[in-house]
Nanobody
Framework: VQLVESGGGLVQAGGSLKLACAAS????????IAWFRQAPGKNREIVSC??????????DSVKGRFTISSDNAKDTVHTVYLHMNNVSTEDTAVYYC???????????????????WGQGTQVTVST
């Protein structure tokens, strides 16, 4: 499994940024792709997750601002995007793509830890 992030950079508060995760080495069936982030001095936290069936999950801190989407490719490379809108300085972090465990609870997607991680992409939000 290979996960490669791209799209990070410097953005002003209130602006937008789109991250991409190119996933390869597995068939995107009964699988999920998630975005995690880790800010300096803080623990890694999940930001959003999407399953092969299109179920999505968002952390409360990004609901209404971030959108996760998938190209639904089931062949060699599958790409998942994280559209970040109205960003704030609290969104500054290294963003990682992962292929986590996932399950459904009461119709809602949940994503756990992953054995597979990308190298991360830095997102810095300036005032």
């Amino acid at each position: 499994v290979q996960l490669v992030e791209s799209g990070g950079g410097l953005v002003q508060a209130g602006g937008s940024l789109k991250l991409a995760c190119a996933a390869s080495g597995f068939i995107f069936e009964d699988a999920a792709i998630a975005w995690f982030r880790q800010a300096p001095g803080k623990n890694r936290e999940i930001v959003s997750c999407i399953s092969d069936r299109g179920n999505t999950y968002y952390a409360d801190s990004v609901k209404g601002r971030f959108t996760i989407s998938s190209d639904n490719a089931k062949d060699t490379v599958h790409t998942v995007y994280l559209h970040m809108n109205n960003v704030s300085t609290e969104d500054t972090a290294v963003y990682y793509c992962a292929s986590p465990r996932h399950w459904i609870v009461a119709g809602n997607l949940r994503c756990g830890e992953s054995h597979y991680w990308g190298q991360g992409t830095q997102v810095t939000v300036s005032t």
